[in-house]
């Protein structure tokens, strides 16, 4: 078939074949496991890094067309569903990003037990969920994958999780179901006013084509959506899934989770919900606007008592994910330029934190502060990585945490309106209580005196563990040191979304 | 030698960095140490030779009709925020540049051959972190280099942001140690909540400029708008928010950034504590380099400054009053460090006021037939302090290197032991004190008639705390190396320490010496052009005065053991319980910190968070649950009661139909 020539449909087929291939291993054959595991990650991380070549290339020889290597098949005629594949700068870097964390996760998770065929069984399918959702331009099959994505996370934590997880792994659940079913709705909604003329489709270029979903419905689909994607976004007041989630999540999950599953919020906000109803979006803005500048703030305060580490950096990451969206409701490509450089930039340092947590742990067997200090002394390496995923979160230049607050900031200011402005200011204050969190953990973890006589024995970090951070700490440099790269390939996506909302805004007489 | 050798002098502490913090940790100590002074060696040549050539050579454009210009060396784009809004990673050369090229490299060098033989013990062995304290010191001298050669002002934030971390990594060196985790945390804190209110002043002012650069290369930078009616800039200046114009808004933030890193009254809390790192980072960061970061900032954008007097007097205010502050407790403070460290505060406050009595009603005050003599002033003074200041440190390093305690009253009377310590203390506090012809006397002297220009109250003020600074260093000289026998306590007697300790005192002492007659006033103005400065007699002749007298009161008081300073300590008890407390600034913020907002506002949020919001959801989970149970009983599998249902239904609907029918 033609779709088979398509680079990006190999995503999908390379988690599926190693599905199958790990399906194949025996259960007792740890080695091959993580033998088919490893090579998985790596063909990915190398069609990913090939796709950006691509991508260059394209951009490079003149190709300005909004999304390249499109290729589509009919799946369901009678709805005209397909498999529409299609990427544009944002997709790219994401899927860079997912293909990154891959890898570091299968290494995070090396000494998984019990049962690790079925644990990484559960990983490659939620995989295929995440690089499906990026590599599609229908919605139908955008939500397929997103379901597929977020199925698995239930039985990772409820198996392999820690503490209270059955509780957890079913709240988890539930509110992101709750989400999923506002986004089916609001999905039902666009496609039966996807065109004027009755041929409804569910392509998203098509359909912002058209540009045919009255005004009346945009103001119902909008919250619909964007509510559907603000939860996994973990948007305040739908924030409360993630740190239960994530403190009982193991380790690789964790990863996962917070540094790719939550993009897919920030993606298909902008992506669906802003792109597709740009009117409603004008209009309604500045409610979710408020919303997402309360997360910032309140994320950060809440982060700031906490003592359970997972919990912290739950709770950062709240703040952290409500820049993206955030940003994203500034509506000018400066700040959504931000918005997906502080996606790439949280997902790479959250799983950075969580990779590190998950090591300390592993050897502490617990999570509270209050019974660890010294580290550093007992556990350089990882006390080190650990100073460096800090200083990131808090926005050193040089790492990709400033680069990305950075953009947000000046390019949320340089909206016209002095109530966004105002906005803008109260979240930059931000910055100071992240910095107040993240050195008080370091300082009770890393630094002082050793609390625990039995910490002592404790062992730094293997090779695998060593290989799995420094990945992640050589991207977060690599994005601080050289954001205009990134930059680059991002902001030209952006382009048709903020023209759709400009058009917007000129139909409804506000410009 | 061409100025693009700055390129070199940035690249290789930067390197030194990636090199000893990679691969050096695994190398032997004394070799890394050795490495990291070479280094900077090679390091300082340069700097010197391209500021020489900046200085006096007119080969690059430095010199256009005898008035020194901007030289960029190199600018290419770092982060794109939209076509005009770019953020440039640039080299750009003017005369506060090149001479803070000098005065970093200088001190950074002493330092990085002094720190050879301090962080070692008695024995010769090199300390625990050896490794890692080159590499940090290499890391810091990186970021304060590229934070004065920035040709914006978004780079210059973001070397303010490292000179930040590096600070913190360098003050909590020894990370076993509470005060110094406690310590660190504060500086960074208090600087980062600074550097806020100078990020908000950067989008403010960018938000009108659309550029960060000082002077633009294909667009008008900031200063190029200054002449121009037109200019966005002017804009600025009239558009009001709260009844001030957006353009004294963003200045007095970004000021508050300045006096956040320079530690201005009430943001100086940090620099105190932050005298718990090892002293010759005291010398470095905390006494010469960083701290003067924020009256760097401010000389940079000083042509900005002059527009807007009200930043102007704000500035004025702040740095007079900060000035008679810090003095104030130096006068009373038993840990030399600490004493120093808020003498440091009242001289970079000096600094401060100096550039703000330049101007009067948005003009530059004419003096002589020039102008801004305030801002070379301050430059100046920069300099000359950073040498003297350094030395002072340096020789505090020693003293407590040898006794093992930084309280005063664990050393008296080490002028026996230390000769060659005590003499170059001596010279740093003459230098300090204002007396000719040491260092410190020019410079002050040309802040004081500055002072005097502006108001003759502002004159008195500064003289007086003049006054302050001679009586408060004498008291340190003479307690330390005088007042009474030496008690010895650890088992060997102090004496005077390795070469590599004293080498860089006595370059230093000399530096102290001599560097009052650099002829600053031709290289170092605001606008480029040579200044035409002269001594003025009766300012100088009265400050010589004063100072004598503040040195003649320490001598009194402390050069021989007597009751003196206790009978006058009691009769102002009250007084000087509060001098000595710091007038409880740390005790008012750590009650902002701990009860406002850890227990007021973090704890509640919390709470809520827990309570309320996941409350909410979980009662949604509660409510569903208890609907199924009770719904499930209608699925009892009992046939009775399904025939029953079926019945009742059946009945009801035959009822609604014949009702329907007869109806």
Request: aromatic share 14%.
């Amino acid at each position: 078939m033609e779709i088979f020539n398509n680079i990006l449909i190999y995503f999908v087929i390379v988690p599926l074949l190693t599905l199958l291939g790990l399906a194949l291993c025996s259960n007792k054959g740890i080695g091959a496991i993580r033998a088919v595991a490893v090579a998985g990650a790596t063909v990915l991380v190398a069609l990913a890094g090939y796709l950006v070549y691509l991508f260059l290339q394209a951009r490079g020889a003149g190709d300005t067309s909004e999304m390249i290597l499109r290729s589509e098949v009919m799946w369901y005629a009678p709805l005209n569903v397909k498999l529409a594949l299609g990427v544009d700068g944002v997709s790219v870097v994401m899927i860079l990003l997912s293909a990154f964390i891959v890898f570091a996760g299968v290494f995070a998770s090396w000494k998984m037990n019990p049962l690790p065929k079925q644990f990484f069984l559960w990983f490659y399918l939620l995989s295929t969920g995440v690089f499906g959702f990026f590599i599609s331009i229908d919605l139908f099959t955008m939500f397929m994958f997103y379901e597929v994505a977020l199925i698995p996370m239930y039985l990772l934590i409820g198996v392999w999780g820690s503490g209270n997880k059955n509780y957890s792994a079913m709240k988890l659940t539930l509110m992101l179901m709750g989400g999923s079913a506002f986004l089916m709705l609001g999905i039902i909604g666009i496609y039966f006013h996807s065109s004027a003329d009755g041929n409804w489709t569910m392509n998203i270029l098509e359909i912002a084509q058209n540009d045919a979903i009255p005004h009346q419905w945009q103001m119902w689909l909008f919250p619909l959506t964007f509510i559907g994607f603000g939860v996994l976004g973990a948007m305040f007041p739908f924030h409360t899934w993630s740190p239960d989630g994530h403190a009982s999540a193991p380790t690789a999950v964790s990863m996962l989770h917070a540094g790719v599953l939550m993009k897919l919020g920030g993606y298909g906000c902008f992506r669906i919900a802003i792109y597709l109803m740009p009117f409603a979006a004008q209009q309604l803005g500045w409610i979710f606007l408020t919303l997402t500048g309360i997360s910032i703030v309140y994320g950060a305060f809440s982060a700031c008592v906490q003592t359970d580490l997972k919990y912290i950096n739950a709770y950062s990451s709240v703040s952290h994910c409500g820049m993206v969206l955030f940003a994203i409701l500034m509506f000018n490509t400066t700040a959504m330029t931000g918005a997906v450089l502080q996606m790439l930039s949280h997902g790479l340092m959250t799983a950075l934190f969580f990779a590190l947590i998950g090591m300390i742990y592993g050897r502490t067997h617990t999570r509270d502060i209050r019974d660890m200090g010294g580290m550093m002394q007992i556990m350089p390496y990882l006390g080190v990585g650990y100073v460096i995923a800090g200083l990131a979160s808090l926005g050193l230049p040089g790492l990709s945490g400033f680069v990305a607050e950075m953009t947000i900031f000046v390019g949320s200011y340089m909206h016209s309106d002095v109530f966004h402005r105002v906005l803008t200011i109260a979240a930059t204050c931000s910055i100071v209580i992240t910095a107040v969190y993240i050195l008080r953990v370091v300082g009770k973890l890393l630094f002082g005196e050793v609390q625990n006589e039995h910490h002592r024995e404790l062992t730094d970090a293997s090779w695998e563990e060593r290989l799995s951070t420094a990945t992640l700490i050589l991207a977060v440099a690599i994005i601080g040191c050289f954001p205009n790269f990134f930059v680059n390939i991002i902001s030209d996506s952006f382009l048709p979304i903020v023209g759709a909302l400009e058009n917007a805004a000129r139909a409804a007489g506000m410009m | 030698m061409p100025l693009s050798y700055t390129i070199a002098v940035i690249a290789i502490p930067l390197l030194m960095f990636l090199f000893l913090g990679l691969v050096g940790v695994k190398m032997n100590k004394k070799v890394t140490g050795v490495l990291g002074v070479c280094g900077m060696l090679i390091t300082t040549i340069l700097a010197y030779g391209v500021a020489l050539t900046y200085f006096f050579g007119t080969g690059e454009g430095q010199m256009v009709d005898g008035v020194r210009k901007a030289v960029t060396v190199f600018n290419p784009d770092w982060l794109s925020f939209s076509d005009q809004l770019v953020v440039r990673m640039g080299i750009m050369l003017d005369p506060i540049a090149a001479m803070m090229l000098v005065v970093i490299c200088t001190v950074s060098l002493m330092v990085h051959l002094y720190s050879l033989g301090y962080m070692c013990d008695h024995h010769g062995n090199a300390e625990k972190g050896f490794q890692r304290y080159y590499a940090f010191l290499a890391l810091f001298t990186f970021s304060m280099l590229g934070l004065v050669v920035a040709t914006n002002l978004f780079q210059i934030f973001i070397f303010f942001e490292m000179v930040g971390v590096s600070s913190y990594l360098l003050i909590g060196f020894y990370y076993t140690s509470p005060a110094a985790i406690h310590a660190s945390k504060k500086a960074f804190i208090v600087t980062r909540l600074a550097d806020l209110f100078f990020l908000v002043g950067i989008l403010i002012l960018s938000f009108y400029t659309q550029t960060f650069d000082f002077f633009g290369n294909d667009v008008n930078g900031i200063m190029g708008m200054l002449d121009d009616p037109q200019a966005s800039l002017a804009q600025a200046g009239t558009t009001t928010f709260m009844g001030c114009s957006a353009m004294a808004w963003a200045l007095t933030f970004i000021f508050i950034g300045g006096a956040g890193k320079s530690a201005m009254y009430p943001l100086h809390i940090w620099l105190p504590d932050a005298m718990e790192g090892p002293t010759p980072v005291s010398a470095l960061i905390h006494a010469a380099t960083m701290v003067v970061a924020g009256v760097y900032l401010v000389a940079r954008l000083f042509p900005l400054y002059v527009l807007v007097q009200g930043a102007m007097d704000i500035i004025c205010v702040v740095g007079a009053f900060t000035a008679f502050y810090a003095a104030a407790i130096a006068c009373v403070q038993s840990d030399i460090k600490r004493a120093l460290a808020f003498s440091t505060i009242s001289q970079i406050a000096f600094m401060m006021t100096s550039l703000a009595v330049s101007s009067a009603n948005g003009q530059l005050i004419e003096i002589h037939g020039g102008y801004g003599l305030g801002y070379m002033a301050s430059m100046f003074h920069l300099f000359t302090h950073a040498m003297f200041k350094a030395l002072l440190f340096l020789c505090a390093g020693a003293i407590i290197h040898a006794v093992h305690s930084n309280e005063n009253d664990k050393m008296h009377g080490l002028h026996k032991y230390m000769p060659i310590t005590s003499i170059a203390f001596l010279i740093g506090c003459l230098a300090i004190a204002g007396i000719p012809p040491f260092a410190g006397f020019w410079s002050k002297d040309e802040i004081l008639v500055a002072a005097y220009e502006k108001g003759l109250g502002w004159g008195l003020w500064m003289s007086m705390v003049a006054g302050m600074t001679a009586f408060y260093m004498f008291r340190i000289y003479f307690l330390i190396f005088h007042w009474k026998k030496h008690e010895i306590h650890t088992e060997h007697a102090p004496a005077d320490q390795p070469w590599t300790m004293t080498l860089p005192l006595i370059i230093l002492a000399t530096i102290s010496i001599v560097a009052g007659f650099v002829p600053a006033a031709n290289l170092v103005t605001w606008d480029g052009a040579p200044l035409h400065t002269q001594l003025n007699w009766t300012v100088a002749c009265s400050s010589v005065l004063i100072a004598c007298v503040g040195i003649g009161l320490a001598f009194k008081m402390y050069y021989k053991e007597n009751a003196l300073p206790e009978r006058m300590a009691n009769s102002c008890r009250g007084l000087w319980t509060a001098a000595y407390k710091r007038f409880y600034m740390d005790e008012l913020y750590q009650f902002i910190t701990h009860k406002v907002i850890f227990q007021g506002i973090c704890k509640p949020i919390a709470k809520f968070d827990r309570a309320i919001i996941d409350g909410f959801f979980n009662m949604l989970a509660q409510v569903t649950n208890q609907t199924s149970f009770g719904i499930r009983k209608l699925q009892s599998g009992s046939i009775q009661s399904y025939v029953y249902f079926y019945l009742i239904g059946a009945l009801l609907l035959a009822g609604i139909t014949m009702a329907c029918v007869l109806l």
